[in-house]
């Protein structure tokens, strides 16, 4: 933080204010969305049994460790997820239940999650209501309720991998058109020390050894949208003078006007799975003939 500060003046990396557009508010209906797309996305929660017993399984561990009966490391497994998955309610706006961009913020919390079915199945099981009714005398049952509970829990996941293996393999595309072979082209049409302004800090600057500008303000923090100063970002562009531009043309269309950019290198990324954004399904390489935009003074 006290780098941050000296850095930036802001507390936390560029990286948060530019993925959360620096609100980083609580947004309670994000709750919603993230059970939403833990269900489409990790089949294993498809049928809602699962969510029910993560449910049981995260009351049975605070009330278990309010009367001491849960170790606290042991609690802090089950807990984990439940709290990480709230706090990301609070620094993003889960726009999409369903494609990866999104989903990819949830993953992590997905293996302690499974934790916590386990753990509600053992504390309904255990119940004495459940046990007196249905398992006195019948301990065969208790072992038969396991296996059909976890049975179905399973099912969908299994009946959507093929499904969701296609999925995953055209995000996989979309990545290596849009962004690593954009990196590519550029490893072998720029020069060494040129600069690139892209909305992408990450592949292309990897695959093309150059200094990169992310316009969304993942490297750089003077490229954060500011409602105070609205030409920062403009200014900060001029400062840097990128020779090029790697950019999705509709919505920064009016960048490529105020620079004058000319296009030399056209990819077409569809279908466009990461997102539902058929705008960003075509990728523009631009190259910045003056380096002054229009109408700025000499």
């Excluded at 049975?151 to 293996?165: R, Y």
Aim: contains cysteine; positive net charge.
């Amino acid at each position: 933080v006290g780098y941050n500060l000296v850095a930036t003046g802001l507390p936390l990396p560029s990286t948060f204010y530019a993925k959360t557009g620096g609100a980083g508010l609580w947004r309670p209906d994000n709750l919603g969305l993230i059970g939403r797309s833990l269900a489409l996305q990790t089949p294993l929660f498809a049928s809602g049994v699962a969510l029910v017993l993560c449910g049981l399984g995260l009351v049975a561990t605070v009330i278990g460790l309010a009367r001491r009966r849960i170790a606290a490391p042991a609690a802090a497994a089950v807990l984990l997820p439940f709290v990480f998955l709230l706090a990301l309610s609070g620094t993003h706006t889960i726009v999409q239940a369903r494609p990866f961009y999104w989903l990819r913020y949830l993953l992590p919390a997905w293996p302690l999650l499974v934790i916590s079915i386990f753990v509600g199945l053992a504390a309904l099981l255990r119940t004495p209501a459940v046990v007196g009714r249905f398992f006195v005398g019948h301990p065969w049952l208790r072992r038969a309720a396991v296996v059909i509970a976890l049975a179905v829990c399973a099912a969908p996941a299994v009946a959507s991998l093929s499904e969701s293996a296609h999925l995953y393999a055209a995000n996989c595309r979309n990545i290596r058109v849009g962004n690593v072979e954009v990196g590519r082209w550029f490893a072998v049409h720029a020069a060494p020390g040129d600069v690139v302004a892209t909305m992408d800090a990450g592949a292309i600057r990897y695959f093309s050894g150059l200094k990169v500008l992310d316009l969304m303000g993942l490297n750089d923090h003077r490229m954060l949208p500011s409602a105070a100063e609205p030409e920062r970002v403009l200014r900060r562009i001029e400062a840097v003078a990128p020779r090029w531009y790697a950019l999705f043309p509709r919505p920064f269309a009016a960048l490529v006007d105020r620079f004058g950019l000319t296009a030399v290198h056209r990819v077409e990324n569809r279908p466009y799975t990461v997102c539902r954004c058929p705008r960003q399904g075509t990728v523009v390489v631009y190259e910045a003939r003056k380096l002054q935009p229009e109408g700025a003074a000499p």
